[in-house]
Each structure stands twice: as structure tokens, then as C-alpha cells.
């Protein structure tokens, strides 16, 4: 039984948990972690989209180039920051009044009928640098299921270059597939030119089989990227049929790499044979990319104009809907 059938199509129900915030609607049912500090559960049509609660991460597995020219030993401290993050704030916004998470005992004021025709939750994120900076992450989600979702990294001048700057959402299962619209194969900032504009369909989740494993299949300039499932880590349901999660570009194209293996993972690789066996899906949306060099192979250093400086904001948003 849906939970709202008896409300308009434009309200949302609340639900104040103990550690959690429930946003429900027509046939969508999202948890906001005040203890994991972020979204715990993204439900849509009964299939769940999230393994771990998305959070920024700053890190990709070293190429060939990075190692040569020294980068992870000038960065090497995101690495870390990309692991461990502590989440040091979280707002509320229930139809434009602000309050702060609603926990046990306080949450005893409200009832089972709590309803709301617009939620933001912003998740403040302290990494763990030396020295520290923030990221804002904004969660606005609308009557009809859709999230819009504001991305905010505030810049600190004594931070070295940043590798990658975006978020990791991390699917229960394998995707079968990924549609996207924007540039052909693998692009990078400075690794643009062969690219061709265009939709593009990708069969399961290659890895680019370098000799040692390392960041890859991301993709510039992108428009919107949908990933298929058919399996959930729900044995009592055979799944046959395909699912899918589209993520939009809001103002500006992302890029993304849809791949099964964190950053971590790939790293700790020096043979794709150490690889764990794929079991789920890691997708990074983007909003800013280092380039990968390789003027002479292994020694100089990425073109300055492909460098991400840490001392300026970084700015981009996205919004998540069912296919």
C-alpha cells in the first residue's frame, strides 16, 4: 500500500526516525543518515540503488603517468581524505524553514502524518587533510521522486592539487549496462580531441586492460549518463526484468567513470588478477578531472591548464530520476 495515496501528487511524507529522515512518495522511498551522514536508502519501484551512503571523493587510482611524474607523492594526502571523511554538519529544509535533525527524544513530537510539498538536507563534510576543508552536499528532492543535488567544495590555497573532485555512489549489484550522451570511449580534460559527440550504449562494466590497473573509462562532457541493473541482493526476487537510474547534468556537463572498483581498490592492484571479482557498481559523477599527461611518457608533468588547483570552489549539481 503506497504510503501517501490518500495526499496530492505534489506532497511528500516525512518521516522523523530516531538517526534517519524519511522522504517518501508514489512509488520512491529515500533514508537520510544523520549517524552514516548522508543517504542511506534510495528506493525506487522496490529496488534499492545504494550499497554505502554516497560521499565526495577526491581520489583516482594513480596511471602510469602519475607515478612517473611524482604526483601521489606531492597529493598523496587525498588519498586518505577519499577513505576517512567525518561529516561535521547537517541542515534540514521542510518547505524553506530550516531546523536541524529531529533525533530521539525530540522526534517524539511528530506524528505519522507529516507531510511536505518540498525536503533539503545539506550534509556538511570535513576531510581529514592537513589542513582541513569542507564540502557541502545538498539533497532537494521533489514531490514526483526526482533529487536535485548541489555539489560545493570550498577551496583552501594550502592544499596540494587535487586528483578528481566529485561523488561516489556505490550500487548494490553489477549494472548489465550504461547509456550516456556525451563524448566517445575514454576522454580525459587533456584526452578530448578524438572524442565524438553522441549517445552511447557500454555492455557490462569494462575495465581497460592497462598493464597494471589504473584510473579509467571516464567520460567528458557528459549530458546524462543511465545505469541498468537486473540483480538486487534480494535472493527471494528473481529479477528478470531491466531497471534503470538516470543522472542529469544541471547547467553544466559532469563527467563520470561507471566501473566496478573503488579508486581504493584499482590502487592496491599491480595486476589485474589481484582485482577482486566484480560484484557491484561504482559510479563517480564528476565535476572536476586532472588530466593524465604523458607529454614524454613517464616523467613531466600534466599541462598546467589541466591541473585542479585545491584553492578554488568548486561548483556543480546533477539531479537523480527514474528512467
Known amino acids: 500500500m503506497d504510503c501517501i495515496n490518500h495526499k496530492e501528487p505534489e506532497t511528500l511524507q516525512i518521516v522523523y526516525g530516531d538517526v534517519v529522515l524519511g522522504v517518501h512518495g508514489n512509488g520512491f522511498h529515500y533514508l537520510f543518515s544523520y549517524q552514516t551522514g548522508?543517504?542511506?536508502?534510495?528506493?525506487?519501484?522496490?529496488?534499492?540503488?545504494?550499497?554505502?551512503s554516497p560521499k565526495p571523493t577526491?581520489?583516482?587510482?594513480?596511471?602510469?603517468?602519475?607515478r612517473g611524474n611524482g604526483f601521489p607523492l606531492r597529493s598523496g594526502m587525498w588519498l586518505s581524505a577519499d577513505c576517512f571523511i567525518r561529516c561535521s554538519d547537517i541542515v534540514l529544509k521542510i518547505d524553506g524553514e530550516e531546523?536541524?535533525?529531529?533525533?530521539?527524544?525530540?522526534?517524539?513530537?511528530?506524528?505519522?502524518?507529516?507531510?511536505?510539498?518540498?525536503?533539503?538536507?545539506?550534509?556538511?563534510?570535513?576531510?581529514?587533510?592537513?589542513?582541513?576543508?569542507?564540502?557541502?552536499?545538498?539533497?532537494?528532492?521533489?514531490?514526483?521522486?526526482?533529487?536535485?543535488?548541489?555539489?560545493?567544495?570550498?577551496?583552501?590555497?594550502n592544499l596540494p592539487e587535487l586528483p578528481?573532485?566529485?561523488?561516489?555512489?556505490?550500487?548494490?549489484?553489477?549494472?548489465?549496462?550504461?547509456?550516456?550522451?556525451?563524448?566517445?570511449?575514454?576522454?580525459?580534460?587533456d584526452r578530448m580531441a578524438g572524442g565524438i559527440e553522441g549517445i552511447y550504449e557500454i555492455e557490462g562494466l569494462p575495465v581497460t586492460k592497462y598493464l597494471v590497473p589504473?584510473?579509467?573509462?571516464?567520460?567528458?562532457?557528459?549530458?546524462?549518463?543511465?545505469?541498468?541493473?537486473?540483480?538486487?541482493?534480494?535472493?527471494?526476487?528473481?529479477?528478470?526484468?531491466?531497471?534503470?537510474?538516470?543522472?542529469?547534468?544541471?547547467?553544466?556537463?559532469?563527467?563520470f567513470s561507471c566501473i566496478p572498483y573503488t579508486a581504493e581498490e584499482l590502487e592496491n592492484a599491480t595486476h589485474h588478477e589481484e582485482l577482486p571479482l566484480p560484484r557491484r557498481t561504482v559510479l563517480s559523477i564528476l565535476g572536476a578531472v586532472r588530466g593524465v599527461g604523458?607529454?614524454?611518457?613517464?616523467?613531466?608533468?600534466?599541462?598546467?591548464?589541466?591541473?585542479?588547483?585545491?584553492?578554488?570552489d568548486i561548483h556543480y549539481s546533477f539531479q537523480i530520476s527514474k528512467v
Not at 537486473?230 to 531497471?243: L, Q
Open 38 to 52: 548522508g543517504m542511506e536508502s534510495l528506493v525506487i519501484d522496490g529496488k534499492e540503488w545504494l550499497y554505502r
Open 58 to 66: 577526491f581520489w583516482r587510482a594513480t596511471t602510469c603517468n602519475d
Open 99 to 157: 531546523k536541524k535533525p529531529q533525533i530521539a527524544p525530540n522526534n517524539n513530537q511528530y506524528s505519522a502524518k507529516e507531510f511536505a510539498s518540498n525536503v533539503s538536507i545539506i550534509f556538511t563534510y570535513e576531510t581529514i587533510t592537513i589542513p582541513s576543508t569542507t564540502v557541502d552536499v545538498e539533497y532537494e528532492i521533489l514531490p514526483t521522486g526526482i533529487i536535485n543535488i548541489n555539489v560545493h567544495y570550498h577551496g583552501n590555497i
Open 164 to 189: 578528481v573532485f566529485g561523488i561516489r555512489f556505490i550500487m548494490p549489484t553489477k549494472a548489465a549496462s550504461y547509456r550516456y550522451e556525451g563524448l566517445s570511449g575514454e576522454t580525459y580534460p
Open 214 to 255: 589504473q584510473d579509467c573509462n571516464v567520460h567528458m562532457n557528459t549530458k546524462w549518463v543511465e545505469v541498468y541493473r537486473n540483480t538486487t541482493k534480494d535472493n527471494s526476487k528473481h529479477v528478470n526484468e531491466t531497471f534503470g537510474l538516470k543522472i542529469t547534468s544541471i547547467r553544466k556537463d559532469f563527467a
Open 294 to 312: 604523458g607529454i614524454d611518457s613517464w616523467s613531466s608533468d600534466v599541462e598546467s591548464d589541466y591541473h585542479i588547483n585545491a584553492g578554488e
